[in-house]
């Protein structure tokens, strides 16, 4: 049974930061490319960043450029995303993604809300 198990959200002021961590079983989770995507309310569901399965390339959204960072640990079998200068608009639910192309597999998300 595949489980992908997000942790690390929650309330921060603008500025502030975070880091989500999001812990996978019943996958060969080397094998998978691994992302962050957001829904905000009312909102379509986006990629804020993802990496590679072997080599590591990331990716990120242009509105994430430069204050998060998106990292992979395949012994421990987890992805991470560190969030930095938080801003009210990255107010969302995190999920976590794991894409091996013929197959895919969602998180059940974290909360991360931005306000003062």
């Known amino acids: 049974q595949v489980q992908l198990v997000e942790s690390g959200g929650g309330w921060v002021q603008p500025g502030g930061s975070l880091r989500l961590a999001c812990a996978a079983s019943?996958?060969?989770?080397?094998?998978?490319?691994m992302g962050w995507y957001r829904q905000a309310p009312g909102k379509q569901r986006e990629l804020v960043a993802d990496?590679?399965?072997?080599?590591?390339?990331?990716n990120y959204a242009d509105s994430v450029k430069g204050r998060f960072t998106i990292s992979r640990d395949n012994a421990k079998k987890t992805v991470y995303l560190q969030m930095n200068s938080l801003k009210p608009e990255d107010t969302a639910v995190y999920y976590c993604?794991?894409?091996?192309?013929?197959?895919?597999?969602w998180g059940q998300g974290t909360q991360v809300t931005v306000s003062s």
């Open positions: 993604n794991a894409d091996l192309g013929v197959s895919r597999y």
């Open positions: 019943g996958i060969i989770f080397s094998r998978y490319g």
């Open positions: 990496i590679s399965s072997s080599s590591g390339i990331t």
